[in-house]
């Protein structure tokens, strides 16, 4: 470490962040893992340790509506996330490739949203896609529907909802990786006779691979345990990973439950971060 870095001042600099994790994800991680061996109870708080156990994990094996509830949750990311991909890659590469005085002003735009509470954007999809809503009584009004179209309280609703929240955590890190590249190399490509689709998938995309990695960690781990998105516009029969934690709290009180069941799926998307961070490493 160089010397003009003070020991007080390293100290300060990493002690933080790490307090900060300690405070915030450590022991609540703890907290979470502690509540999830004991068993329901019916006083304040609703759970009991006096005598730990699995049977909250148990239950997340034995019943087979967690395991729906982990697989849907897990597709819908999945397939939300891919999508994101499709459309966000023209967009920063759009973005990348525009001219400098405009970057500023794109990226903002991209970012927009997030200036504008979470719950108000959803809501304003509601209005959007209702039966009664803006779509349909434009359509009907233009003559190209007779009946209102379903297009709330189902999966198409729940992908759409996900992509729109989600798509700048993808937008921003391939933004981040085609801004780098440089255009010479597919301009050398291009002079050796390659068809732009070969100049993507041998030039562009493979150095571009780690911002789409991030992109789609970025995008998938919190996805998969959306409950906003889900309730407000899958439903009743949305049964996703968010939702399950939400009633095993607040409409069953069985806080083991739902405390193991938030376990699983950090523990389960821990899996892809390592992957990630191991083939970093060997870059």
Do not use: C, H
Request: without cysteine; aromatic residues 10%.
């Amino acid at each position: 470490m160089s010397p003009l870095w003070p020991p007080g001042l390293r100290f300060l600099l990493i002690g933080l962040p790490l307090a900060w994790l300690a405070v915030f994800f450590a022991l609540p991680f703890a907290m979470a893992l502690a509540i999830s061996f004991g068993a329901p109870s019916d006083g304040a708080p609703p759970f009991s340790l006096d005598a730990p156990g699995l049977a909250a994990w148990r239950l997340l094996v034995e019943d087979p509506i967690y395991a729906d509830a982990l697989l849907s949750s897990l597709g819908m990311a999945g397939m939300a996330t891919a999508i994101a991909a499709v459309i966000g890659y023209p967009m920063a590469y759009a973005i990348a490739r525009a001219p400098a005085r405009w970057r500023g002003l794109l990226l903002v735009l991209v970012m927009l949203p997030f200036w504008t509470s979470f719950l108000v954007r959803i809501y304003a999809w509601t209005a959007l896609l209702r039966p009664t809503g803006l779509i349909n009584g434009a359509l009907q009004a233009l003559g190209l529907i007779e009946a209102p179209l379903q297009l709330m309280d189902n999966a198409f609703a729940v992908q759409l909802g996900l992509v729109y929240v989600y798509l700048p955590f993808m937008v921003l890190p391939l933004y981040a990786s085609l801004e780098k590249l440089d255009p010479s190399l597919e301009e050398a490509a291009a002079d050796l006779g390659a068809r732009p689709a070969a100049i993507f998938a041998t030039v562009t995309l493979p150095a571009t691979l780690p911002g789409l990695a991030a992109g789609a960690l970025l995008m998938f781990i919190p996805a998969s345990a959306e409950f906003i998105v889900p309730e407000m516009l899958g439903g009743p029969d949305a049964n996703l990973l968010g939702r399950a934690i939400w009633n095993e709290f607040f409409a069953n009180r069985d806080w083991p439950a739902a405390a193991a069941l938030a376990i699983a799926i950090v523990v389960l998307l821990a899996g892809p971060i390592l992957l990630f961070q191991r083939l970093e490493a060997r870059r």
